[in-house]
């Protein structure tokens, strides 16, 4: 069965600093989709940014990139410039097609200080 | 609408009674999901529907949760004689695509509490 596994329960950066979010996952499949989905105090989860695992070119949303190491199973997000607005629990996900939904991490939670 | 709505967003009830969640999600997406979130958890999937049929609940826990979605649009999760362990934010999800991209669009939750 495929997991996800987020290492870090708590993140804290400065306003304006850049941190790197950790996630591995464990699967045997070769076709896959990573996702990084933001859950701020509304419950609402936002995709931030997606990867699909045949493609070797890291995906880049604006401030958000990732590290896609697809030997490792390793999934990391890194966010640039950090604003007080990304503030918020950062949710991993694995979906694959044999399983068909989103596997989750438990959440890394993301303080930005002023 | 223009997001996936969700009702009640918070709900307290008594062990042994019956809820009901309701999940309205964005028009034209056929397919949509139930998820449970406990506490300090990522989300855990419930079940899946693909219009009006439940392709996939798997992840139901037992007899006592159902979920139906009559017209492929709106579902309802049934939690049939609640217990405290049922305590839990339910987020709805849809996508237009189904199932082959993951890529899905979330509710805010209901809050369930079981006293």
């Known amino acids: 069965a495929q997991t996800v596994t987020q290492s870090q329960p708590e993140m804290s950066v400065q306003e304006a600093e850049t941190v790197t979010l950790s996630c591995t996952y464990d699967?045997?499949?070769?076709?896959?989709?990573l996702f990084w989905y933001k859950q701020p105090p509304s419950r609402q989860m936002i995709l931030v940014i997606r990867?699909?695992?045949?493609?070797?070119q890291n995906a880049t949303e604006n401030r958000f990139s990732v590290n896609f190491q697809k030997a490792a199973k390793s999934f990391s997000l890194k966010i640039s410039d950090s604003q007080l607005g990304d503030a918020a629990m950062y949710f991993c996900?694995?979906?694959?097609?044999?399983?068909?939904?989103?596997?989750f991490g438990k959440g890394t939670k993301l303080s930005v200080k002023p | 609408g223009a997001g996936v709505s969700q009702t009640p967003s918070n709900k307290v009830t008594e062990k042994g009674k019956y809820v009901e969640l309701r999940c309205d999600p964005i028009s034209g997406h056929t397919a949509l999901y139930w998820y449970r979130q406990s506490l300090g958890q990522g989300p855990e999937f419930l079940i899946y529907f693909q219009g009006t049929g439940a392709a996939d609940d798997s992840g139901l826990p037992n007899d006592r949760f159902f979920a139906v979605r009559p017209e492929g649009s709106v579902s309802t999760l049934k939690i049939q004689r609640t217990e405290r362990g049922d305590s839990a934010v339910y987020l709805c999800a849809s996508s237009q695509q189904g199932r082959n991209t993951g890529e899905l669009f979330f509710g805010e939750g209901s809050r369930l509490t079981v006293l």
């Open positions: 990867q699909e695992a045949y493609k070797q």
């Open positions: 996900a694995y979906f694959g097609g044999s399983q068909g939904n989103l596997i």
């Open positions: 699967t045997s499949e070769s076709d896959y989709y």
